[in-house]
């Protein structure tokens, strides 16, 4: 393993790849990724594979917009099919008081070019006859949203920073973040060290535990979410959108096909338990069958738990981590993170490039200072409303 670089990356998880991609492409490749299990095998692995641009905070408008351009050319770029469906991504709403909001919020995302849209009842019955619309005011839909392969898109940009120089080490946790006066100066390994100038903290839903080896309270924590996928069968056809129950939480799309379901048990405290809560199941269940009946048809072929990294306004910490000069953090995406990564990796490989060791902002066209680590503390958070 090299001892030395010019950047170590903490975590090989779409953050800590599409990082380490966009410094090799801009020229520093001495850089190295320490992943403490296997490549993207972390909370990229198990996600919904869900990419939309439908947000409340501009920040993540942009960067969603920037980054589902490079979903739709992935396989041209990286020369990887990473199976993206966009078929669309449909919120029912049933609150009233949630109309005004949304209506807000599409204005904003149609302001930065995003082209989703209001639709009524009657459009909801267009775009997905199958589910029950009693209670359902209206809603809203992006047609370029959708869903794609996020285990792929990681290996994607794993490999093509590999091609450019950079090494990234499997099996090997980092234990310590090494500090020198007021700079940081490595990080530790089983392994051995590994000297740089430069430590990005991409860990996920462990990012607060790795803050921790360098003094800094970095504010995320993981929050159980269960994943379930069907069976095939044919009750309902493979061309609907991504559905989601905005009141609830419960989400599902067409998936191998059969289809994949959710519903974030919210009462739930942050937790490290990974096992599949059968009594959240089957209430996620009966929300399913309620919500679309022709689900009773539907077995289960298997399902799964991972965290969602949650901070205290649902966005990401990116940047400067207050602490040692030379360390930053891009982590916490609060359960919408895998479809940022393109733009997260270019707007934290040019901050790094620019030179500006304790700047919050970056060169960027798109300005991530709302989600500079020290709002926090600032008490100036930038909430956001379209969390699933
Ligand atoms: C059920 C579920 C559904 C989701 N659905 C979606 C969705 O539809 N769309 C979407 O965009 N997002 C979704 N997400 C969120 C998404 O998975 C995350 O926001 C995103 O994957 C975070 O990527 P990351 O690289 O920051 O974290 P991770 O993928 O967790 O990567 C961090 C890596 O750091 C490693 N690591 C931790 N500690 C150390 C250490 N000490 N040393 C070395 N390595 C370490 C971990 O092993 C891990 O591989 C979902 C999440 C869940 C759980």
Redesign the pocket.
Known sequence: MKTTAEAVI?????????IAHALAERGLTEVVV???????????????????QQFSTETNIRLARESVRVWETFAERFGRDIGLRQQGYLFLLTDPAEEPVFRANLALQNGLGVPSRWVSPEEIAALNPHVVRDDVIGGAFCPEDG?CD?YGA?IGFAQAARALGVRIAEE????DILIEGDRVRGVR?ARGDVNAPLVVI??????R??GA?AGVELPIDPY????FITEPFAALPQSLP?TIDFASGL?FHPESRGFLF?M?NRAEPSTTDKTVDESWMATTVEALVARVPAFAEASILRG??????VTPDDN?LLGWTGGADGLAV????????????PAIGRCMAEMFLSGAVNDSGSDSDIDISPFRPSRFAEGDLAQEYNV?
């Open positions: 903490i975590g090989a998880g779409i953050m800590g790849c599409a320490l992943e403490r299990d296997q490549i993207g095998r972390g909370a990229t692995a198990d996600a919904a594979g869900g990419v939309r869903w996020t990681t090997t946790p980092v234990t390994t991409a860990a996920g839903p462990q990012t535990g790795v080896m159980r979410r269960m994943s991504m989400y959710g974030g799964w738990a991972g965290f969602y990294e990401p891009a982590a916490g995406f609060s359960g919408h993170g895998f479809m940022l990564g699933i």
